[in-house]
């Protein structure tokens, strides 16, 4: 199971930190993903972690902007979104997969999402 949390409303430039818990999976044996889809779009990928940390993946429109993190311990990951922009705005979910891969049907496991608004 995977909780996604921390989404808001927040103005252009501004930041937030969204979190996804996880439970229940094979304690620290996949890979995490966070994933958005805006209002009449398709998901799309928008950051990923090895189980390690040592892999990082970020699609182009937020590098430098997004920061995703893990912590083994607490069966948790974090994505640091900064310097937001209106077009961020989306629902949020977190994903897992074996794999270290940005493709979204490798994804198993998803939470619910958190909405994300982003205003100019």
């Known amino acids: 199971q995977l909780q996604a949390s921390g989404g808001g409303l927040v103005q252009a430039g501004g930041s937030l930190r969204l979190s996804c818990a996880a439970s229940g999976l094979p304690r620290s044996t996949y890979a995490i993903g966070w994933f958005r889809q805006a209002p009449g779009k398709e998901r799309a990928f928008v950051a990923a972690?090895?189980?390690?940390?040592?892999?990082?993946s970020y699609t182009d429109s937020v590098k430098d902007r997004f920061t995703i993190s893990r912590d083994n311990a607490k069966n948790m990951a974090s994505l640091q979104m900064n310097s937001l922009k209106p077009e961020d705005t989306a629902v949020y979910y977190c994903?897992?997969?074996?794999?270290?891969?940005?493709?979204?049907?490798?994804?198993?496991?998803w939470g619910q999402g958190t909405q994300v608004t982003v205003s100019s």
């Open positions: 994903a897992t997969t074996l794999y270290q891969t940005t493709l979204i049907h490798e994804y198993d496991f």
């Open positions: 972690i090895s189980r390690s940390g040592s892999w990082t």
